[in-house]
Nanobody, 126 residues
Framework: QVLMVESGGGLVQPGGSLRLSCVAS????????MGWFRQTPGNEREFVAAVTHQADTKYYADDVKGRFTISRDNAKSTFYLQMSGLKPDDTAVYYC???????????????????WGQGTQVTVSS
């Protein structure tokens, strides 16, 4: 059974930091690209960041570059999103996801991901 479980969300003040974690099981973790997406009410799920199988390539949405860092630990079947310099616009439900794709165009598309976590709320507010 494929299972992905996020943790680490919460309420943080603007400028603060959070680290999201996602533990995966039920599929070959080290053969999948892992990604983070986020969604706000009434909007499409949007790409945030992704890291390829051996962490050799990382991708970021333009509005998080320089503030967010994605990483993975294949030995633990876990990957992370370190978020710094958080802004109110970062408020969303964050989802982790997995895809076997490596193509840069595919990696940023939510439709290319087969496995998803349940989501964790991140709220940036003073």
């Amino acid at each position: 059974q494929v299972l992905m479980v996020e943790s680490g969300g919460g309420l943080v003040q603007p400028g603060g930091s959070l680290r999201l974690s996602c533990v995966a099981s039920g599929f070959p973790f080290n053969r999948n690209t892992m990604g983070w997406f986020r969604q706000t009410p009434g909007n499409e799920r949007e790409f945030v960041a992704a890291v390829t199988h051996q962490a050799d390539t990382k991708y970021y949405a333009d509005d998080v570059k320089g503030r967010f860092t994605i990483s993975r630990d294949n030995a633990k079947s876990t990957f992370y999103l370190q978020m710094s310099g958080l802004k109110p616009d970062d408020t969303a439900v964050y989802y982790c996801a997995a895809t076997p794709r490596l193509n840069p165009t595919a990696i940023v598309a939510s439709a290319e991901y087969q496995a998803w976590g349940q989501g964790t709320q991140v709220t940036v507010s003073s």
